[in-house]
């Protein structure tokens, strides 16, 4: 069974910075994509970044510059460093992962920035 345990979530000033980490369990096979989303209250979730097998990467325009992900496929982790955050990046966020054909996600962690 494929699950997806994420840690690093919290509490941040403006200009501060965070580090989520997403480990994923049950798996045998490569994972396809491995990506982070986020959901604020009220809004619709959403794409933050995504990294390929092969290590490419999308990132939504709006944390393009201050978040990197990054994955461990030895480890099957998958890591979002998110620097210069701002009040706007408060959400839940959301591990995913494409694995044989279909998608798994995390149960969340919460981030909260704020002064």
């Known amino acids: 069974q494929v699950q997806l345990v994420e840690s690093g979530g919290g509490l941040v000033q403006p200009g501060g910075s965070l580090r989520l980490s997403c480990a994923a369990s049950?798996?045998?096979?490569?994972?396809?994509?491995m990506g982070w989303y986020r959901q604020a209250p009220g809004k619709q979730r959403e794409l933050v970044a995504v990294?390929?097998?092969?290590?490419?990467?999308n990132y939504a325009d709006s944390v393009k510059g201050r978040f990197t992900i990054s994955r461990d496929n030895t480890k099957k982790l998958v890591l979002l460093q998110m620097n210069s955050l701002k009040p706007e990046d408060t959400a839940v966020y959301y591990c995913?992962?494409?694995?044989?054909?279909?998608?798994?996600w995390g149960q969340g962690t919460q981030v909260t920035v704020s002064s």
């Open positions: 990294t390929s097998r092969s290590g490419s990467t």
């Open positions: 049950g798996i045998i096979f490569s994972i396809d994509t």
């Open positions: 995913n992962i494409q694995y044989q054909f279909r998608g798994y």
